[in-house]
């Protein structure tokens, strides 16, 4: 059964750094792509960043967010820098077992449960 955990999500002022890890067991996840997810209260749950062998990001949050995987101990990160009011919402790790890039939900296999991340002004 693949599991999905996140952790590192809390409060942060604006312009301070959080660095999130999802930590994945169940299935192979060298070949698998991983990303980011997130969503905020009251609307869609909108791509952030995602690596197979390259990383790609959301327009919003490139040149300050930066996605790394670690196969060796399944956990995949997403460091965080800048944060901006704009970037709170549940951040959620996902899985993808698709051989194209996956920037939409339903493109996405496997879910996180989510991690809070809240930017004060």
């Known amino acids: 059964q693949v599991q999905l955990v996140e952790s590192g999500g809390g409060l942060v002022q604006a312009g301070g750094s959080l660095r999130l890890s999802c930590a994945a067991s169940?299935?192979?996840?060298?070949?698998?792509?991983m990303g980011w997810f997130r969503q905020a209260p009251g609307k869609e749950r909108e791509f952030v960043a995602s690596?197979?062998?390259?990383?790609a990001y959301a327009d919003s949050v490139k040149g300050r967010f930066t996605i790394s995987r670690d196969n060796a101990k399944n956990t995949v990160y997403l460091q965080m820098n800048s944060l901006k009011p704009e970037d709170t919402a549940v951040y959620y790790c996902?899985?993808?077992?698709?051989?194209?890039?996956?920037?939409?939900?339903?493109?996405?296999?496997?879910w996180g449960q989510g991690t809070q991340v809240t930017v004060s002004s």
């Open positions: 996902a899985q993808s077992y698709s051989a194209t890039d996956p920037r939409r939900p339903s493109d996405i296999n496997y």
């Open positions: 169940g299935r192979t996840f060298s070949r698998d792509i």
């Open positions: 690596i197979n062998r390259e990383p």
